[in-house]
């Protein structure tokens, strides 16, 4: 089964117990009449899913009503269906999820995934050899370097974040430097031409030990001490 259909079947029983919180009214049932499941196919794909006929009649016997499969080309047409009402529950990546509550606000998460080493997602992190640059606001008189605009941890999460925090850092601020790929923008603090780089590590719940992964064990892969950073 694709990794999607399986996002699907282990999100059915949240989906199931949602809507066991309605069974009080007999009739919710009939007030939607057909329960629409939005759905991205694969690149390439049109709107075929492999597996697809199989997951409808699980959805239709566990919900005991009529479900049908809408196949998005992409996650923008995806949020617009949701938006406008064509679809009653889907799957998003975490950015889609994010854009699709921008746009209407009219989702609501149900369930976040987790991957084995226990991360729920992403945190974006400054990080600096030696203690080039101090704090946040003496970013200004260094070097820093950026991944490409539409990476999410390596840009596009951090300018949110120092917006937020009134940090002026625009994205054509001039001690800012953004490489063409992330690992472009490792390379640069590894070799001496950037002071810090914004980069990324797991996130995880509260409690729990981080686990091993992004920017900051990639510079270790790359020769940096951790201890350095």
């Not at 030696?130 to 300018?159: C, K, N, Q, T, Y």
């Not at 390379?187 to 686990?211: H, K, Y």
Request: proline content about 6%; overall charge negative.
């Amino acid at each position: 089964m694709r990794p999607a259909l399986k996002a699907f079947a282990a999100a059915l029983a949240l989906l199931l117990d949602a809507s066991c919180a309605n069974l009080a009214r007999a009739d919710w049932r009939d007030d939607i009449g057909t329960f629409r499941i939005g759905i991205v196919a694969e690149p390439g794909a049109g709107n075929t899913v492999p597996g697809l006929a199989l997951l409808t009649d699980a959805y239709t016997k566990a919900l005991g009503m009529k479900v049908e499969f809408v196949v998005a080309r992409d996650y923008t047409s995806l949020i617009e269906a949701q938006a406008n009402a064509r679809i009653e529950y889907a799957i998003y990546s975490a950015t889609a999820y994010a854009a699709a509550s921008e746009r209407c606000g009219c989702v609501e998460p149900l369930a976040a995934p987790l991957d084995s080493g226990g991360a729920i997602g992403i945190r974006s992190v400054l990080l600096t050899r030696d203690g080039r640059v101090p704090d946040l606001m003496a970013m200004a008189v260094h070097r820093v370097v950026m991944a490409p605009f539409d990476s999410v941890g390596g840009a596009l999460l951090p300018l949110a974040g120092l917006a937020a925090d009134g940090v002026n850092a625009a994205e054509d601020a001039p001690f800012l430097t953004h490489a063409n790929s992330a690992a472009a923008a490792e390379a640069m603090l590894v070799e001496g031409e950037a002071d810090a780089i914004f980069g990324w590590i797991p996130a995880v719940a509260e409690g729990r030990p981080n686990p091993p992964g992004g920017t900051v064990a990639r510079l270790e892969a790359a020769g940096l001490s951790k201890s350095s950073l």
